[in-house]
């Protein structure tokens, strides 16, 4: 008996098939090049990511950070250091205008 796939298995979904829409574009096609990891940041975080998109040097350092075995290529793994960092990120922001305590309402969403 199937189920329906819930919206936060689909988000799960959309960040595996992102993932691989540029990995597969160049060399490995399971890793980012350093190439495709700045498409997919500048393409799919243009928002979230909006002051660290102005500067490429900013983009190179941040995939340094998670380039963790120093290869030149973000696995998976590598590139989801990355996706936590937003959610949290995220989260912040969208109680920043909400201080605790006062119920748990979000204010206008994150990366704006
Ligand atoms: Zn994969």
Known sequence: MATRTSQMERNIGTIIDTFHQYS????HHDTLSKKEF??????ELATFMKKEN??????????EDLDTNQDNQLTFEESMMLMAKLVF????????????????????GCGK
């Not at 700045?38 to 393409?43: G, N, S, T």
């Open 89 to 108: 990120a995220c989260h912040e922001k969208l109680h920043a205008n909400n201080p605790r305590g006062h119920g748990h309402s979000h204010g206008k």
């Open 54 to 63: 102005r500067s490429e040097a900013i983009i190179n350092d941040i995939m």
């Open 38 to 43: 700045r498409d997919l940041v500048k393409m």
């Open 24 to 27: 597969r574009r160049e060399g």
